[in-house]
């Protein structure tokens, strides 16, 4: 049986040519970024020029890239790392209701600690007002935080508006990148943001490593102290292999974003429409055009989001439902819940998300496979 | 995450369905995760005589369903009512701590059909 991976949002494989640029950096060129000696300098050079690649990718400095350990360790670094800088200043946070749980946890923590967090709602597509954002800055607010699309459905915000407020309120304003690097551009001067997070393992690099955008002049007070690594904000010998995998997986999204997501965005209307022409009752959750290409999230009336996932799984195709961090969890999707996706029923869907694996007749596969499995489950459900 | 058992009711449920004729009905919502689960049963000297499910809910919630109706299939009413949570759980050869909590739709489920025979089949006062 072949298998189908469609669940690019949860992790990416290594690209070949990424593992390829990686191969030299375990054994061969092995040195501590950090010794002054040949070797170390040779790893230096690797590990500068894949800073290099993050920064052309973003329209940024070098000195202005951070490495970090993961997507998560990067937004707990902008988000603690700025209200613990700024606690003079204010004590007032703005998020949404739909971020990721590395930034929703981090604020979390930070209330326990005493600061205040506004979590501003978003419509029925999952769009955040940038007139909301405006109404809650305080004189009191250090920090913005809204990710630039949204991992369970897809949805782009309005980044570049809500930069261009905080920036009038003379706010900090971060962005989890996570899902849109590689699939949108990223420039941080357009985005007009001063943090932006992004991880290894969504864009074809390996796991374990992500990176920060901190904005020149940003103070971010450390996570991780130790050595004088990363200009002394995030201690510890650096993950050297696998960032120059980051460096070459950077490269190739900025050299094939634009095509490929054009290439998604066609398998995955076509998906949509496939299941919509054979499924009767199917709902997108999500903006029906401010959306990554790489995702679907659909909802299936009366069926119920794992049975199908485990369905599915059973055929060789993999999906998921909401994000994978939550689905071993019992919560319902906060992301839904935010969006108030047919109120009537429990708020439930799976997600399609697609990426360079997939071909056309991945998805003609799925289209097929699909329908009698929600008939069968549909049978079984006393929902009607 | 599920055992051979969970798959195999999951894929193959028993006793999938409704009973037009159902002498009791129980349905039942479960308060932390949303699942439902409607349970039909035909009573003969109080005995089950007959019983059916339909469930919206996870792979969990699907077999522990299925697997209620065949552990009460046959019984006494006082019988039925005596099968826990944990029988089920246990017949299925277990199940991931957090689905632990899919098991009492069933159980609930269940009860309730037994109430609702009892209700209606109650000896005029």
């Known amino acids: 049986m072949k298998k189908i991976y469609l669940d690019h949002n949860a992790t990416t494989p290594v690209d070949p040519r990424v593992l390829a640029a990686m191969q030299p950096y375990f054994s061969e060129v092995f040195g501590n970024p950090s010794s002054i000696h040949a070797f170390g300098r040779e790893a230096k050079e690797a590990l ?70 506004t979590y501003l709602p978003v419509d029925g597509t999952g769009r955040v007002n940038p007139d909301d954002v405006r109404k809650a800055i305080t004189d009191h607010t250090i920090l913005i935080t809204i990710m630039h699309a949204n991992n369970e459905v897809g949805t782009i915000q309005p980044i570049p508006e809500i930069g261009r407020i905080a920036r009038e309120h003379g706010v900090l304003f971060h962005t ?38 901190i904005r020149k002049g940003t103070k971010i007070t450390p996570l991780i102290h130790g050595g004088h690594h990363e200009h002394g904000r995030r201690a510890g010998t650096e993950n050297l292999a696998s960032l120059v995998g980051l460096g070459k997986a950077a490269e190739i999204a900025e050299t094939e974003r634009a095509e490929e997501s054009e290439r998604l965005t066609q398998l995955r209307d076509a998906l949509h429409k496939k299941i919509t022409d054979r499924i009767e009752r199917v709902f997108l959750n999500g903006h029906p055009t401010q959306r990554i290409a790489s995702t679907l999230n659909l909802s299936f009336a009366a069926v119920e989001g794992e049975s199908i996932i485990l369905s599915l799984d059973m055929e060789g195709i993999a999906v998921a439902s909401g994000s994978a961090c939550t689905s071993g969890s019992l919560e ?39 329908p009698p499995i929600i008939e069968r489950l549909r049978a079984m459900s006393p929902l009607t | 995450m599920y055992s051979e058992k969970v798959m195999d009711h999951f894929q193959h449920p028993r006793n ?24 039909y049963i035909k009573v003969r000297d109080d005995r089950i005589q007959d019983v059916k499910f339909q469930t919206f809910g996870c792979g969990a919630a699907i077999a ?24 089920v759980a246990e017949a299925l050869d277990g199940l991931p701590p957090n689905k632990m909590h899919c098991s009492n739709l069933a159980a609930d489920a269940l009860h309730k059909a037994i109430e609702d025979y009892r209700t209606k089949n109650a000896p005029p006062a």
Do not use: W
């Open chain 1, 176 to 213: 989890d990148a996570g899902q849109s690097a590689g699939k949108l551009p990223i420039l941080v001067d357009e985005l007009n943001v001063d943090l932006l997070s992004l991880s290894g393992h969504k864009i074809y690099a390996p796991k374990g490593v992500g990176a920060l955008y």
């Open chain 1, 48 to 117: 500068e020029r894949a800073r290099g690649r993050i920064a052309h990718l973003l329209g940024a400095r070098e000195r202005e890239v951070c490495f970090t350990g993961s997507g998560t360790e990067a937004d707990n670094m902008a988000i603690k790392g700025v209200a613990h800088s700024y606690r003079n200043k204010g004590d007032h946070l703005i998020t949404t209701q739909i971020e990721h749980h590395a930034v929703l946890a981090s604020c979390g923590y930070l209330e326990k600690e005493g600061f205040r967090v």
């Open chain 2, 64 to 87: 522990t369903s299925s697997m209620m109706t065949e552990l009460v299939m046959g019984k006494t009413l006082d019988e039925a009512e005596r099968v826990t949570r944990k029988n």
């Open chain 1, 332 to 370: 319902s999707s906060h992301v839904l819940n935010a969006m108030g996706i047919i109120p009537e029923l429990p708020p439930r869907s799976v997600r399609f998300s697609l990426g360079r694996t997939n071909t056309l007749e991945d998805i003609e596969t799925v289209s097929e496979v699909l």
């Open chain 2, 16 to 39: 999938v369905g409704q009973l037009p004729d159902a002498d009791g009905i129980g349905e039942m919502g479960n308060p932390v995760c949303g699942d439902i689960m409607k349970l």
